[in-house]
């Protein structure tokens, strides 16, 4: 166990809806950051954001949009869904924005849009 | 423009070998190197950090090196077992405002009985 949740574990929607995934951080951690997997594909990096203030940016869409709030936890918002959006998210937190620190993920929520 | 390429794409041994994966990169300027295990639908799990004055790194029965001078790291794994099953991710962090990390697709392991 990473000490990282997400919520839910499991998301089924249709086209067109709008979904918000959450994220507790490990304890103690101020970063966290957003990761989108399609089937069989690697990790796409979405957002990051470090004590509150969005950090960096990835390849994320400008249907979707994040937020870190101030007990750290965050949500990432995801509107307009289509197809293409079904994938697995996954939410990763660290001590802080060096570089050098572990990410450590969570067991990720699995979106099905139909 | 910063890459991460992982070489095989997939791999079949049996329990019990010895196997090697690779890691090319092109990342510039280098801040570390990271390799992960992801079992099948969870989260990756990191298994070691290399910054770039570091050759070899070990994790149980994981041992990464990297060659900063070719651009290449391997992880090699040692004495396989099933539980090994997993994709092995590459990930190279670079320097900058961001650290931002470059993701390599992953070799997907499979160890057989």
């Known amino acids: 166990d990473s000490g990282v949740t997400q919520t839910p574990k499991h998301l089924i929607t249709a086209t067109g809806q709008r979904v918000t995934l959450r994220c507790s951080p490990r304890?103690?951690?101020?970063?966290v950051y957003w990761y989108q997997q399609s089937l069989d594909q690697g990790l796409q990096f979405l957002i990051q954001?470090?004590?509150?203030?969005?950090?960096a940016k990835g390849n994320i869409l400008e249907r979707f949009s994040a937020q870190q709030f101030p007990d750290l936890h965050s949500e990432l918002n995801l509107s307009s869904l289509e197809l293409g959006d079904s994938a697995l998210y996954f939410c990763?937190?660290?001590?802080?924005?060096?570089?050098?620190?572990?990410?450590?993920f969570g067991p990720g929520t699995r979106l099905l849009v139909l | 423009k910063n890459q991460v390429e992982q070489s095989p794409q997939s791999l079949i041994i049996l329990e019990g070998k010895n196997c090697t994966l690779q890691?090319?990169?092109?990342?510039?300027?280098?801040?570390?190197l990271r390799w992960y295990k992801q079992d099948t639908g969870r989260g990756p799990v990191s298994l070691t950090i290399?910054?770039?004055s570091e050759n070899t790194k070990s994790n149980g029965r994981y041992t990464a090196t990297l060659d900063a001078d070719t651009k290449q790291s391997s992880l090699h794994i040692t004495a396989s077992q099933l539980s090994d099953s997993a994709s092995y991710i590459c990930?190279?962090?670079?320097?900058?405002?961001?650290?931002?990390?470059?993701w390599g697709a992953g070799t997907k392991l499979i160890i057989k009985p």
């Open positions: 990763a937190s660290s001590t802080g924005t060096s570089g050098q620190e572990t990410q450590y």
């Open positions: 304890s103690g951690d101020l970063s």
């Open positions: 954001y470090y004590n509150g203030e969005e950090r």
């Open positions: 890691c090319n990169y092109t990342v510039s300027p280098f801040s570390n």
């Open positions: 290399m910054t770039f």
């Open positions: 990930v190279v962090s670079a320097k900058g405002s961001n650290y931002q990390l470059i």
